[in-house]
């Protein structure tokens, strides 16, 4: 179940106070319309009634799809630890009660960014390990184009149908994946994720160790 709280925010610009929902967590079948402020970004957001101004509220959040069966936590890094022992409490609990967690994946993300990109991966059946391989492979050729470009995060998007990558450095730039891309890359490494241990934590760190390892 989603878990919601109203709280009384003070707006940085005019000092009034604001009524506004802050979700602990939210369950993406139970609540599909919170589902896609999230994943349009909306969600976090807070705007002023009396002066309109907007910024961005910054909290913790469990995201669980059920459908996809997926549990995403949203917490700073320093209780990323924290954040795996409470996963590891969840599956034991519910192996003890006879409910297999087997094909449940876990992910722990420490940016806001980070989370709407693992429920827009998971919200369209996707396999985010590939999703971040992919993404290495096209920062590599963007590095090599764009040598200038100082690349910091980039994020998984969708448009149509169509994939690409929005990436945030010096000058913010869009690529798109080309077509098959993603399926070539699940053909490859398919096999070998298989037969791995689930991760908690699957980034662009992940994806080089991955490639590397």
Partial sequence: MSME????????????????????????????AA???????????????????????????????????????????????????????IRRQNEAAGVSMQDYRFRIVTSQNALREKALIFDLGLDDRIVEITKLYILVQVD?????????????????GRYFFYIDGEENLTTSIPPNMYHMMEQEYGAQLAAQEEEYQIDLDWAGRFLLG
């Avoid at 009384?8 to 602990?24: D, F, G, I, R």
């Avoid at 184009?145 to 149509?160: T, V």
């Fill in 35 to 89: 589902k896609e402020r999230l994943l349009d970004g909306s969600l976090f957001e807070f705007t002023c009634e009396a002066c309109g101004h907007t910024a961005l509220l910054n909290y913790e959040m469990l995201y669980h799809d059920m459908r996809h069966r997926v549990m995403v936590s949203y917490c700073p890094p320093e209780r990323a630890e924290q954040r795996m022992a409470e996963f590891e409490e």
């Fill in 144 to 160: 090599r184009d764009h040598p200038d470009c100082d690349i910091g995060d980039a994020f998984f998007m969708e448009h149509e």
């Fill in 5 to 32: 709280q109203t709280v009384s925010v003070t707006c940085p610009a005019c000092q009034a106070e604001n009524a506004c929902t802050l979700w602990s967590s939210l369950n993406a079948d139970l609540d599909p």
